[in-house]
Structures are given as C-alpha cells and as structure tokens.
C-alpha cells in the first residue's frame, strides 16, 4: 500500500516540531517574542553571509502605503483574532452581515474591519486569507470595504518564528510560486518548514501581501489596532507606523525592536483590556484626543466570556477566542454613530 505524501510530510513535520520544542528555529531568541529586529532585518549583504536571515527582497513593485484615515460609514463592523479556524471566520462575517452561506459579500455598502491574528493556532491559515482577500475585491465593487489589520503572528511570522504554526500550517504552504526552496538562507530551517518560512519572510510573496495593510487604523471617530494604542504611539505617527512596518514586509527596509517586539507595541500591548486601572484609562483618554477618536477597538487579549469594554466605553476588547483552538465561539462589533452593539448568535 502506496503511503499518502502529503500524509508521510504531515508526519515528519509533526516530528520536527515536537523535537524543535518551544521555539521553532535557533532565530527565536526568547520564550515569548520573536527574533529582534536586528536579527530578521539585516541588509541584503549581511543576510548574504547568514544562511538563518530572512530572505532579501525579490524584485517587486513597492506598494502603496495604507491610507490610515477613512471616513465614518453608515455601519461599521469590527472583528477579532481568526487564529486559523476558517469555520469561526465564516460565522463571524455571517453575523457581520458581510456574506450569504456560499461565501459572497452581500454587506454592500458595510465596512468591515478585522483587528489581526489570521495566522497560527489552526490549519485554515491559508482558506482565512484567500476569503478574505476575495472579499475584499467583492465588497469594493459593492460600495462597501473590508480591511485586514496585522497583528502580532503576522509579524511574528515574518519575523521567522513559526512556533505556533501548526502541521497542516506549513503543508498549506509548502510550494509557493517565487519561492526557491534551495534558498541557502533558509538552510538552519527544516526541510519540511523552509516553504512558509520564506513564504512570511520579508521580501517574500506573502509577506508582500501583509505589506498592503496597516497595523493602524482609523475609521470616522474610532481607531482600531491588535494590541492597543499609547500617546507615544500617536507622537511617532500612525502613517509612519504603518509605512515603517509595511517597508518592512516588503523587504525594502529594517523594523524597529518598539513596533516588533516591545511589550508596548501596537501589537503587543494589553494594558486596556486586563481590567484597567483608572489611571491606564487615563491614558487612554489622552491618546484618543491625540488621535482624535472617539474610541479603540483592539483584539489580541482573549476575553472567553465575550467582548469586553472598559473606561466608559473608550475601548473596546474583541478578541473573545473564537478559535477552535480556544474553543471560543464568534462575536462581532457593531458600530452605528455613537450606538456601539455587540453581535452574538441566538
């Protein structure tokens, strides 16, 4: 009897994984962040001579930088980490009221945001971003719009640490067109891994795709982000954020370590949505009139028990783990004027 390939590579990796342990590859420099921005984003010359670096650039056109502002919509719905569970994306944009049971946008003119965190914890990675950059398409043509945020696993995953990608993770993007698996950068990498590896890695197609997004966003009076927002933040400049972070995944450019792997980071900040202290709420009223918004919504924070809201309804906590890995189960954001609804199934 003939052993199934995609089943006997499904196997090595699950090995390799186990045997790899809690980091991936010897680029992981901590439990928790990924490698430093010194580490992932070397120039050309310098990646050249260390076969552990990331990829350099290809040859592709530079894209342009997300626009960080939009104009308020009639309705705007918000929704957070996917983690790899396309069932639990298909319900969330069902209960948004962006797609019919086949898949198609039927929002028309509604505008959509989802907070980040398509990567990592489950094998539909690949199934999320497909739909939702078709969706995209679909809800322009419309009237309407769905913008992706990255959160932190896309950076992380561009970064090169790839401990929570799971086995069908790396099999859904083993053999990518522009990809050369002979790449002698991606030698310390396992053969079975070195496909999304340099997949993700700047410069890479896929990391191309992260770079048409934003890591901030603004939309009418409310601003939505992964992790959240700080009055530093608003002082360096969310178009500057975004457009560093965005040269980055294009492989035109180095990140810095504050909007990697900082604790403060867009992506990687919770202080709001840990049941903040009046005075972390304080702070946040000092960034919104920064901004100026209204109100935050963030993600990355898991709330099982369902969205979370604090400071008087200054921000708003949308990842309520709705990943199988979680065993969650979908919930959305509504946002209509001044009318902030959270949406539930039956």
């Not at 439990?31 to 580490?39: F, I």
Request: charged fraction near 25%; charge should be negative; aromatic fraction near 4%.
């Amino acid at each position: 009897m003939r052993e199934d390939p995609r089943r006997a590579t499904r196997t090595a990796l699950c090995g390799a994984i186990l045997a790899l342990g809690t980091c991936s590859f010897a680029a992981c420099d901590s439990a928790r962040r990924p490698p430093s921005a010194q580490q992932v984003a070397r120039p050309a010359a310098v990646a050249e001579q260390n076969p552990a670096s990331p990829p350099a650039a290809t040859a592709a056109p530079a894209a342009a930088p997300t626009t960080t502002r939009l104009p308020a919509p009639a309705r705007l719905v918000a929704l957070g980490d996917l983690h790899g569970d396309f069932e639990a994306t298909r319900v969330a944009l069902r209960l948004a009221g962006a797609i019919d049971p086949q898949d198609k946008w039927i929002g028309k003119e509604l505008v959509v945001v989802q907070t980040g965190d398509q990567l990592d914890r489950g094998d539909g990675e690949r199934k999320i971003l497909e739909l939702l950059e078709r969706l995209q398409t679909e809800a322009r043509a419309a009237g309407g719009a769905l913008h992706v945020l990255n959160g932190n696993h896309e950076l992380m995953n561009a970064a090169g640490d790839l401990r929570y990608v799971t086995a069908g993770g790396f099999l859904d993007f083993e053999r990518e067109p522009g990809v050369d698996l002979a790449d002698p950068r991606a030698a310390r990498v396992p053969e079975p891994m070195r496909g999304r590896w340099l997949a993700f890695a700047p410069g890479g197609p896929w990391a191309r795709k992260l770079a048409t997004r934003p890591v901030v966003l603004v939309v009418g009076e409310t601003v939505f982000t992964h992790g959240g927002l700080l009055p530093q933040h608003v002082r360096r400049g969310l178009d500057t954020i975004n457009d560093e972070v965005q040269r980055w995944l294009r492989g035109d450019g180095e990140i810095s370590p504050e909007l990697l792997q900082d604790d403060e980071s867009p992506v990687w900040v919770r202080r709001y949505c840990l049941e903040p202290k009046p005075a972390e709420c304080d702070v946040l009223r000092e960034t919104l009139a920064a901004v100026p918004a209204k109100r935050l919504v963030v993600g990355h924070t898991v709330h099982k028990e369902g969205v979370f809201s604090a400071c008087d309804g200054a921000v708003w906590c949308i990842d309520v783990g709705m990943a199988a890995y979680y065993g969650g189960h979908p919930e959305a954001l509504e946002i209509v004027g001044d009318k902030v609804t959270v949406l539930r199934e039956p």
